[in-house]
């Protein structure tokens, strides 16, 4: 957990998506050049370069904090477009697709791996296909720089996760990930909903408890999101971010003592240098 996320959860300054709205790598230039002149005229059919949907050149801000490629990571996205450019009937396109959607997932770029993932989806059709594609899109809105980005990506989400409940209505995870696209709209109630729905069929679904939990800490019932969080670490005992969630939430109900045996328990869950600095900062607003 970076110390970034837990910053935006305590301040409760931006929407709840926003707490996984961070760069995951380190941009190096060299290689963002070389990964711009490598995909130069590679824009997908029916796509143009200011369509505003990100296909692998270098063009936006939000890709030059999110992105980094290594020169393997290059080579592979530079083999996996040959491929595809190069497939000659339906069957082999579909196959290069997932490659190249692998390639670009690989290499931290989640709007291109979900484009490329849904070509494969839309010729194959089935639950993990449409349910891969449905994933990398939702990496990609977790990354999204504005609303309307996050509300485009969450769009594309939604669709590709809608055809996966269609024919599986139990794919709680997939359900999980629709809701928290609708929080980041002016109709964050649907996605509240959908989150009780989950936990209504799985009272355990540790994604579902987890968000809950946060948007609570957003909405500063500290009382509900001990609830969410105390469920959480009793389904699963070694999840962190909810134990350290706990002790925030714990410390916003005034249960100070409460609050500091569980921020000095995550000291003793992670060696992660950001996580113990922010413990540490929480436990010095205690005392």
């Known amino acids: 957990m970076k110390r970034s996320q837990i910053l935006i959860v305590i301040a409760a300054i931006v929407l709840v998506a926003v707490i996984f709205f961070l760069p995951k790598v380190v941009v190096n230039e060299e290689d963002k050049n070389n990964l711009a002149s490598t995909e130069a005229g590679a824009v997908p059919e029916g796509h143009s370069e200011d369509d505003g949907h990100d296909h692998g050149a270098e063009g936006g801000a939000a890709a030059d904090a999110h992105m980094t490629a290594t020169p393997e990571q290059l080579m592979a996205l530079s083999t996996a477009r040959a491929k595809f450019n190069k497939a000659s009937d339906e069957q082999t396109r579909s196959r290069q697709a997932v490659e190249l959607g692998d390639a670009y997932k690989a290499a931290a770029k989640y709007?291109?791996?979900?484009y490329y993932f849904e070509v494969a989806a839309k010729a194959r059709g089935g639950e993990n296909s449409y349910k891969r594609a449905g994933d990398a899109y939702y990496e990609a809105f977790t990354f999204a720089s504005t609303q309307e980005r996050a509300n485009e990506l969450g769009?594309?989400?939604r669709a590709m996760y809608e055809q996966v409940l269609k024919n599986n209505p139990s794919e709680l995870d997939a359900k999980t990930n629709v809701a928290m696209t609708y929080i980041a709209t002016s109709n964050p109630m649907q996605g509240i909903t959908l989150l009780?729905?989950?936990?209504?069929s799985n009272p355990n679904h540790e994604k579902a408890l987890f968000n809950l939990g946060i948007l609570s800490m957003q909405s500063t019932q500290y009382d509900k999101a001990v609830e969410r969080f105390q469920k959480l670490v009793e389904v699963n005992p070694s999840?962190?971010?909810g134990t350290f969630y706990l002790a925030v939430a714990l410390a916003g109900t005034g249960q100070k003592e409460q609050a500091?045996?569980?921020?000095?328990?995550v000291k003793g869950m992670s060696n992660d240098p950001a996580l113990i600095t922010s413990v540490d900062e929480e436990l010095a607003k205690l005392n």
């Open 111 to 114: 709007d291109s791996a979900g």
């Open 155 to 157: 769009s594309k989400a």
């Open 196 to 200: 009780r729905e989950v936990i209504a």
């Open 239 to 241: 999840h962190v971010e």
């Open 260 to 265: 500091k045996a569980v921020f000095e328990k």
